[in-house]
T-cell receptor
């Protein structure tokens, strides 16, 4: 069974640009969560989608958005990038068991 | 998926010894606690979980202890192996909160051969 796949793995953007990150969950998993990981703030929850609906949202500005498609694949978008958005963005999927998340290897975003 | 914390607490143990990693949580309303392991270049990996109606749960070579009175969680790893070297995170959740986990800052475990 394939794990959680995130693309791209690495990307470099400049301030003011926008970025879209993609996540393919484990087959059969309907919940997809996104987390931001930085050295200073650690792992922080961005949002969770379940059956194409946003179920929870963390404390991030509106520049951070996401969506989930009918096949459970998810994307997150960050608009008007700031230097502080440089981070590892992790996607995790779940079969419904709360907390038992299966993480991908992340998309490392560098904003210059 | 490296977790680079410039000021991550570090626990260094000898191979074969037992390890104890501690975590303090903040939300007394949390119902559910999880430990994750993150190896360099990878995403966090689920290790073990415990609900607030329990104070101890055992897995394979790992035990989680929960003390709700002082809001403290610990992960014990028996007979620590080099493959256990990683950053360990505790996370808390509340019922009806989906997968909106609040993670602790992490502890780096280094196993000396």
């Amino acid at each position: 069974k394939a794990g959680v796949t995130q693309t791209p793995r690495y990307l470099i953007k400049t301030r003011g640009q926008q970025v879209t990150l993609s996540c393919s969950p484990i087959s059969g998993h309907r919940s997809v969560s996104w987390y931001q990981q930085t050295p200073g703030q650690g792992l922080q929850f961005l949002f969770e989608y379940f059956s194409e609906t946003q179920r929870n949202k963390g404390n991030f500005p509106g520049r951070f958005s996401g969506r989930q498609f009918s096949n459970s694949r998810s994307e997150m978008n960050v608009s008007t990038l700031e230097l502080g958005d440089s981070a590892l963005y992790l996607c995790a999927s779940s079969n419904g068991a709360v907390g038992e998340l299966f993480f991908g290897e992340g998309s490392r975003l560098t904003v210059l | 998926g490296e977790s680079v914390g410039l000021h991550l607490p570090t626990l260094s143990v000898q191979e074969g010894d037992n390890s104890i990693i501690n975590c303090a949580y903040s939300n007394s309303a949390s119902d559910y606690f999880i430990w994750y392991k993150q190896e360099s270049g990878k995403g966090p990996q689920f290790i073990i979980d415990i609900r607030s109606n329990m104070d101890k749960r055992q897995g394979q070579r790992v035990t989680v202890l929960l003390n709700k009175t002082v809001k403290h969680l610990s992960l014990q790893i028996a007979a620590t192996q080099p493959g256990d070297s990683a950053v360990y995170f505790c996370a808390e959740n509340r019922d009806n909160a989906g997968n909106m986990l609040t993670f602790g800052g992490g502890t780096r475990l280094m196993v000396k051969p």
